[in-house]
């Protein structure tokens, strides 16, 4: 198959693995696809991931979609200010951090003296764009299932809570888990569930010290 939009090459991958059935987090080909992918969007945003062989995107492949977009937006700008001002963009780090995307970068200068105006308000304006189009890809995330992809209404996303760890799945990602691997506990609509079983609040409130 001749993909038209490298933009719509995950998305159409994404989909045809949904009609197959075959989107889980328990499938290898899904786990190697999101490898390969991280692996071709840092060699094509070189600037921006300086030079790694991945991407290193610390998050499930449900979030892939937005990352890839957002990864050629931030080395667009960087052919446009890198070569001529000596301006970039950065990735520094790229997880999911309660149940949400989170995407961090630097702006860096390497002029070598003093700055002169045009490159300070350079500099300053990549920090501006960088920093709404990261934000624009973290609010893209948000309502979005972090393992499938699946957007999902918030009265039926728990965020489920895994020994601590908070993440943002669709309530089938959240009931699936791998043999010998106890069901997640998640929240969802005030109540907390272990698997599809509701049980008491895990957050006790402490009692009053007495006098």
């Not at 799945?169 to 969802?188: D, I, K, Q, T």
Request: charged share 30%.
């Amino acid at each position: 198959m001749m993909w038209l939009r490298q933009s719509t090459r995950w998305t159409l991958f994404k989909v045809s693995m949904l009609v197959q059935g075959e989107i889980t987090t328990r499938n290898g080909s899904m786990k190697e696809k999101y490898a390969e992918l991280q692996m071709r969007v840092a060699k094509e945003c070189c600037v921006l991931y300086d030079g790694a062989e991945s991407a290193c995107w610390a998050c499930g492949p449900g979030w892939a979609g937005p990352l890839e977009k957002l990864s050629y937006k931030l080395e667009a700008l960087n052919i446009q200010l890198h070569d001529r001002w000596n301006v970039r963009v950065v990735a520094a780090q790229i997880k999911e951090k309660f149940g949400m995307l989170r995407f961090y970068f630097d702006c860096l200068a390497d002029w070598g003296g003093e700055p002169t105006r045009e490159q300070v308000v350079l500099l300053r304006y990549a920090e501006c764009v960088a920093a709404e189009c990261v934000w624009k890809a973290e609010e893209e995330c948000y309502g979005v299932c972090e393992e499938c992809g699946i957007s999902i209404g918030t009265d039926e996303s728990p965020r489920c809570c895994t020994l601590g760890w908070y993440r943002y799945l669709c309530r089938g990602c959240a009931l699936r888990h791998e043999e010998g691997v106890p069901p997640a506990r998640y929240e969802m609509n005030g109540k907390y569930y272990e698997g599809d079983k509701e049980i008491p609040s895990p957050f006790k409130s402490k009692s009053k010290r007495g006098k």
